[in-house]
């Protein structure tokens, strides 16, 4: 059904979408969508400069193994 609107029907739509809400409505309308997709692209950004940061930072498994040997103590020494 929308594959057969057209160039004409969309200009149609938009001149009903116009007077319905007026030109201040709409303005406003697309400056918040605009700020939207800035919002949002911002997050992706900064989200994937954390992933980056935390994929540097992270420690290799041979890092984080630890020495589990019992300490020598006196009673050992003899």
């Known amino acids: 059904m929308l594959n057969n609107i057209g160039l004409p029907g969309i200009l149609l739509i938009a001149i009903v979408v116009l007077v319905l809400f007026g030109r201040g409505k709409i303005s406003s309308l697309m400056g918040e969508v605009g700020k939207g997709i800035t919002s949002f692209k911002k997050g992706i950004k900064e989200g994937t400069e954390e992933l980056e940061a935390a994929k540097d930072d ?3 498994p041979a ?3 630890r020495d589990v040997t019992p300490a020598e103590t006196e009673k050992d020494k003899v």
């Open 63 to 65: 890092d984080v193994a």
């Open 58 to 60: 992270e420690a290799t």
